[in-house]
């Protein structure tokens, strides 16, 4: 989850970064993005053909630490290295991780009748939703970076109820906490973009693990509110 904003930034018309340079870092994140999902997709497909996901599902406390664990260090060692050339290589491994945590979400949904109709589907939503968000970005005079600290809040609050749901197994809880991230992530895909654009953030590695973390958590909530009111159990 994206918890490596800066906590102010200058306003719009007064960052030091200049148009080739803020150019340049955007076209850096979005090839970097796109090559971050390779690794996504092979760490999910290993998990789902080595029976990690399976694991998973049988033991949510301890995947859930795992993923902590491993998330939040793989983060912190990709902020610390961002600007060596080690970077790139631990973004890519933090990817993998990812996919790999995700394979239990996948294993679950293809298990269903349209399940791979389901995984489609919310990529083409997650597909709309950054397109839509890249444009807004790119265009608009507003400046949306001060809902960062409000949208953080709501980061923490939603991993909160998400662990407490670990213990509770309230279906509705986890169905609120699920429609609260698309939006959540939806608004900070927003801010993280519209960072790049207007020069905030000049570091390509940095901007390109915000936005992943957006699209990762708004995919993943998606895929499960889909899978609850679409899947065919059959």
């Known amino acids: 989850m994206s918890d490596f904003h800066p906590s102010s930034l ?3 018309g007064m ?7 803020r150019n340049r870092v955007l076209r850096n994140t979005y090839w970097l993005l796109a090559l971050s999902l390779i690794p996504t997709v092979l760490g999910a497909a290993l998990g789902l053909t080595s029976g990690v996901n399976q694991f998973m599902a049988a033991s949510p406390g301890t995947s859930t630490i795992i993923f902590l664990v491993g998330a939040f260090g793989l983060m912190f060692l990709v902020e610390r290295n961002k600007n060596s050339s080690m970077g790139v290589p631990l973004l890519l491994g933090f990817t993998f991780f990812m996919g790999l945590m995700l394979s239990r979400l996948l294993g679950h949904v293809l298990g269903m ?6 995984v489609m589907l919310a990529f083409g939503g997650t597909a709309a939703v950054f397109g839509v968000m890249s444009s807004v970005a790119a265009t608009t005079k507003r400046d949306f970076t001060h809902l960062q600290k409000f949208l953080f809040v709501g980061v923490i609050l939603l991993i909160l109820a998400s662990l407490a749901n670990i ?8 169905l609120t906490v699920s429609v609260l991230a698309v939006g959540i992530f939806s608004a900070f895909l ?5 960072r790049v654009v207007q020069g905030g953030e000049t570091n390509y590695i940095s901007a390109t693990l915000a936005v992943y973390l957006d699209l990762y ?12 009111f679409g899947g065919d159990r059959e």
């Open 217 to 228: 958590n708004i995919f993943a909530n998606l895929l499960m509110l889909l899978g609850t």
């Open 10 to 12: 200058p306003r719009e």
């Open 167 to 174: 213990f509770l197994q309230i279906p509705a809880l986890m």
């Open 190 to 194: 927003l801010v993280d973009l519209q």
């Open 15 to 21: 960052y030091p970064a200049g148009a080739a340079a």
């Open 113 to 118: 009748g349209n399940g791979a109709q389901l």
